[in-house]
Nanobody, 119 residues
Framework: QVQLVESGGGLVQAGGSLRLSCAAS???????MGWYRQAPGKQRELVAR???????NYADSVKGRFTISRDGAKSTVYLQMNSLKPEDTAVYYC??????????????WGRGTQVTVSS
């Protein structure tokens, strides 16, 4: 069983910063760790992801402001969010793609953490 525990969301003023964390537990060989977000009335979208080799991808809207990183030893992924804007307001979900022993490649999701940016 894989569990993803997210933390770090909250309320911040525009221009401020937040750091999200997501710790994965369970016997999983992780290929990709990432963050998605979903604003009210909108589809869930990729924010950033980091591949096991270290390469990263970012949504155009967050490039230069957000940084994703990973502590492999702790199976934890972080999202440092700077220069936050009201349009960054959303529920942020941690996502892990990997293989649990005896199973196949699957995607696992956290429960989400609310990020609210006030203007």
């Amino acid at each position: 069983q894989v569990q993803l525990v997210e933390s770090g969301g909250g309320l911040v003023q525009a221009g401020g910063s937040l750091r999200l964390s997501c710790a994965a537990s369970g016997s999983i060989r992780i290929n990709v760790m990432g963050w998605y977000r979903q604003a009210p009335g909108k589809q869930r979208e990729l924010v950033a992801r980091i591949i096991s080799g270290g390469s990263t991808n970012y949504a155009d809207s967050v490039k230069g402001r957000f940084t994703i990183s990973r502590d492999g030893a702790k199976s934890t992924v972080y999202l440092q969010m700077n220069s936050l804007k009201p349009e960054d307001t959303a529920v942020y979900y941690c996502s892990v793609v990997g293989v649990v022993t005896g199973s196949t490649l699957s995607t696992y999701w956290g429960r989400g953490t609310q990020v609210t940016v006030s203007s």
